[in-house]
């Protein structure tokens, strides 16, 4: 008895400290639903609650390329993309994409992280005359920017033709980045990729290769953000046909057929199937561009962890009725 009274006098100067902590604790946070869409379908839908978990609707892709393709998937990107859940989990409906530091047999320091494209059989396109919308609600890690040199989170698409040639012919195909934000900025990317890279500088083609065509624009992170693309072809005509960037339902920039002036490069991206990927890639030219001097990422103040990752609450298509 005696020592148990003692126990709590002893407790006692500690109380205000842990009451002040259960009162300041994280609230439960409420993630949004998909806003609705008047007049569009959801034609696919990803809220990462089906019993098979992440392999129900999508692929991992492993390693450093594609099979046989262009090494460090053609970006640069340093990391080994396992399906490991120290890189790629589920939990509480969310997926969380995290990037690992690892020491390899000699001690040296590498990379590893998740990469996930859309199961084949899942790709879609825009109707002509319609409209389609493809979105998701992200969380991006909110590590410093220090922390986050070289960490590349992206949710986009690419051109599906470039899977039936065997992983091959971009930036020909056709890519969408929905979403790209390096390096620990408040910012996103939003550009298209198309026509011919020929590896020359200056820059190339209808889309200005290898930088893309499109605009960027400021976010917060570690919040729940929807970043979304509509495709709008209801002009019915190629060149007023345009891809609108939606922030937290808000249209923030757009790009036309008649800006990317080519009407074969414009096909691919607006009228043929695309799959979605979602990936945090770590180091390679687009995280080196965006430092003075294109600076080699990561560095070594780069941490690895769930603060410099990538959360997905759901993901979804929509094709107007
Ligand atoms: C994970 O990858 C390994 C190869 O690295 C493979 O053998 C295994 O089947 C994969 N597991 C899943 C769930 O995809
Ligand atoms: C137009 O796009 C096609 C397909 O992407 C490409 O092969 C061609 O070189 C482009 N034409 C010009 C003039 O850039």
């Known amino acids: 008895m005696t020592g148990t009274i003692s126990t709590y006098v002893s407790l006692l100067p500690l109380l205000p400290s842990i009451f002040s902590t259960l009162v300041n604790s994280t609230p439960i946070e409420r993630r949004a639903e998909p806003a609705t869409k008047p007049g569009f379908n959801r034609v696919w839908y990803e809220d990462w ?3 098979n978990g992440i392999t129900h609707n999508w692929v ?4 450093t390329s594609y099979p046989g393709q262009v090494a460090q998937w ?6 080994s993309y396992t399906n490991k859940t120290e890189n790629i989990k589920i939990v509480d409906k969310v997926l969380w994409i995290t990037p690992k530091k690892v020491k390899d047999a000699k001690g040296k320091t590498g990379w590893t992280s998740g990469r996930l494209e859309t199961r084949r059989g899942s790709q879609w396109a825009c109707a002509d005359g319609k409209k389609m919308i493809v979105e998701a609600s992200i969380k991006l890690g909110s590590a410093s920017v220090q922390q986050q040199k070289g960490i590349w989170p992206a949710f986009w698409m690419l051109g599906d033709v470039f899977r039936g040639q065997g992983y091959k012919g971009w930036p020909e195909v056709g890519e969408i980045d929905i979403m790209e934000s390096v390096n620990g900025l408040r910012q996103t990317w939003g550009l298209v990729h198309c026509g011919m890279y020929d590896g020359q500088i200056p820059v190339r083609g209808p889309c200005n290769e290898p930088d893309g065509k499109g605009g960027y624009n400021g ?3 570690g919040l729940w953000i929807t970043y979304g693309v509509e495709i709008d072809r209801s002009s019915k005509n190629w060149k007023t046909e345009k891809i609108t960037w939606i922030i937290n339902g808000v249209r923030k920039h757009s790009i036309t057929g008649s800006q990317i002036n080519n009407a074969t490069a414009w096909d691919f991206l607006a009228h043929k199937k695309m799959f979605i990927l979602l990936n945090v890639a770590v180091g390679g030219g687009f995280p080196n561009g965006v430092e003075p001097g294109d600076a080699l990422t990561p560095f070594a103040t780069t941490i690895d962890g769930d603060s410099v990752g990538m959360q997905v609450d759901w993901v979804g298509v929509w094709q107007q009725a």
């Open 74 to 79: 053609g970006t640069g990107e340093i990391q």
């Open 60 to 63: 991992f892709d492993l390693g």
């Open 219 to 221: 976010i917060g992170r």
């Open 49 to 51: 609650g089906h019993k």
